[in-house]
């Protein structure tokens, strides 16, 4: 009698965004040549969106599907239903993304169901919500990893805008008088919702003074060198003020950011191990071509203003645990050598991805060698596995 299969490799979709990069996700994986258009992610998991297939070319959404109490447990199905509660990907910044945020999860419920009760396409541009789920997520850097996260202290943002000494931001620092969330919120509301005239001429102050002090060695040199290369992607887009209002993090590979609903943020630079809740609900706030709702946006903003912290982490040997207080998923890295560590696999369904060396998992009689960039399925009902390098291999699994 032939038992389920415990290891299930997969073949993951490439997501071709034109932030993305020709050649880190080409070199991760193992492929000579860069790519002939941008790479931006590379998902793994079961979103509709883009779901991961299995060698015989099924689909594991339907996988999972088909068998849900073999695949996913019976504590996942209790807590997330018949479907796999988060998204695994790669991650290739080559460009900086959008200003966006995400919603809390009974927001994201309630605008789902109030965009399906007025009949609007589920792919309109204009539509805010693709799902009824929220989108925690943790990036964790392969890279040095440029991102803009939340934001910045208001007295260190008012010092950042009067240095430029342009008359023409004096509705921006009277914004930032006030106590730190009506400033923050009054600061976000001249940006995005003044009359366009007056939103074209503050990006070309903005970008103008940024160009006038980037190359220096002042407080805000980083940020203002990042200003120009934003100002000139997105000419006349006054998000660039917005995005010298957050905090400028750079992570060294190995460190990661935790992203709750409602903080603004942006990647600008780098690759990535990112993992989320299995949502695609995104609301931009500028930088983008994209439909921007700046009602729905400061409903679901987080206007706290503090500097970004790291991801805190957990070591046990050769595995860094990156905590959160998520439930539908967990992120670890192993530093594999040559000798076999053992997995306890316990509370449901895992995946497991290699991004440096060569892995090999091994879980019963079934075993598996995954190269740099390549991936593997582990069902819940498989049990314990064992993994051995060297190599370098984050494993993704449910937070319960």
């Keep these: 009698m032939t038992h389920p299969p415990r290891i299930l490799p997969l ?46 070319g099924a689909n594991l959404r339907d996988f999972v599907a088909a068998d849900p109490e073999t695949t996913l447990g019976g504590h996942v199905r209790a807590e997330f239903g018949d479907s796999l509660p988060f998204l695994l990907k790669l991650l290739a910044a080559n460009e900086p993304l959008s200003l966006q945020a995400h919603p809390s999860l009974e927001r994201a419920r309630a605008g789902f169901d109030r965009e399906e009760a007025a009949g609007v396409p589920l792919g309109a541009a204009f539509r805010c919500y693709k799902d009824r789920n929220h989108k925690p997520e943790l990036l964790c850097a392969l890279t040095p990893f440029h991102a803009l996260v939340g934001f910045r202290p208001v007295e260190a943002t008012r010092r950042l805008f009067e240095a430029f000494g342009a008359p023409e931001l004096a509705p921006l620092l009277a914004a930032l008088g ?10 976000f509301e ?61 992570l060294e590979p190995g460190e990661a950011i935790y992203l709750p609903a409602g903080n ?21 706030g500028g ?88 991936s593997a399925f582990l069902p819940a009902a498989g049990g314990n596995y064992t993994l051995s390098g060297p190599a370098t291999v984050f494993r993704a699994r449910v937070n319960l």
């Design 11 to 56: 073949e993951n979709p490439i997501k071709h965004y034109a932030w993305g990069s020709r050649d880190a996700l080409a070199k991760l994986c193992g492929r000579p040549a860069p790519s002939a258009e941008p790479e931006a992610e590379l998902w793994m998991g079961t979103h509709p969106g883009g779901p991961s297939r299995l060698p015989n």
């Design 178 to 187: 006030g106590d730190t969330a009506s400033a923050l919120r009054s600061f």
């Design 190 to 250: 001249v940006v995005v919702s003044s009359p366009a005239k007056t939103r074209a001429a503050l990006a070309h102050v903005t970008l103008a003074g940024c160009r006038a002090m980037a190359g220096g060695s002042g407080e805000f040199s980083r940020e203002y060198a990042w200003g120009v290369r934003i100002g000139e992607l997105y000419p006349g887009d006054p998000g660039i003020a917005l995005a010298l209002a957050l905090n400028l993090l750079v």
């Design 264 to 284: 603004l943020h942006a990647y600008l630079e780098g690759t990535g191990v990112e993992i989320m809740a299995s949502s695609d609900n995104v609301l931009r």
């Design 287 to 374: 930088l983008t071509p994209k439909h921007v709702d700046v009602t729905e946006l400061l409903a679901v903003l987080d206007f706290h203003a503090g500097p970004a912290s790291l991801a805190a982490t957990e070591r046990r040997g050769v595995e860094t645990r990156y905590l959160t207080p998520t439930r539908e998923f967990a992120l670890s890295r192993f530093d594999l050598g040559d000798a076999p560590v053992e997995i306890s696999a316990v509370l449901g369904p895992e995946i497991v991805v290699a991004t440096r060396g060569n892995v090999r998992l091994t879980r019963g009689e079934d075993e598996l060698s995954l190269a740099s960039g390549a």
